[in-house]
């Protein structure tokens, strides 16, 4: 099992920058790419960047909402992935989820909810106008 710990959100106004961390920890071994996903009140879970390791390589994934002002950046030791959320938006708003991808041989088209095994609590991010 892996468990995983989000921080970092909080309310920031427009224009504003937020970086959320998430750490695992447990059997991290087995960690082959790790997520971030959000939710909105009212909206389902959607998917907003994605980290995939493979064989001393990374590949980066992004919504197209947050391409451009959004980072994902990761330690593939450490198991650690953070989010550098700039030019943030009154739509950015939601709880932010991280996620793990723990199959090896799994293969992402486009990182979805069934692509990840293990999931954090969330953190919320609130963005005024």
């Known amino acids: 099992q892996v468990q995983l710990v989000e921080s970092g959100g909080g309310l920031v106004q427009a224009g504003g920058s937020l970086r959320l961390s998430c750490a695992a920890s447990g059997r991290t071994f087995s960690m082959y790419g790790m997520g971030w996903f959000r939710q909105a009140p009212g909206q389902e879970r959607e998917f907003v960047a994605a980290?995939?390791?493979?064989?001393?390589?990374?590949?980066?994934h992004y919504a197209d909402s947050v391409k451009g002002r959004f980072t994902i950046s990761g330690d593939a030791v450490k198991k650690t992935v953070y989010l550098q959320m700039n030019s943030l938006k009154p739509e950015d708003t939601a709880v932010y989820y991280c996620?793990?991808?723990?199959?090896?041989?799994?293969?992402?088209?486009?990182?979805?909810?069934?692509?990840?095994?293990?999931w954090g609590q969330g953190t919320q991010v609130t963005v005024s106008s």
């Open positions: 980290v995939k390791w493979s064989g001393g390589s990374s590949k980066t």
């Open positions: 996620a793990a991808d723990l199959n090896p041989t799994r293969l992402w088209v486009y990182p979805r909810e069934p692509d990840f095994d293990s």
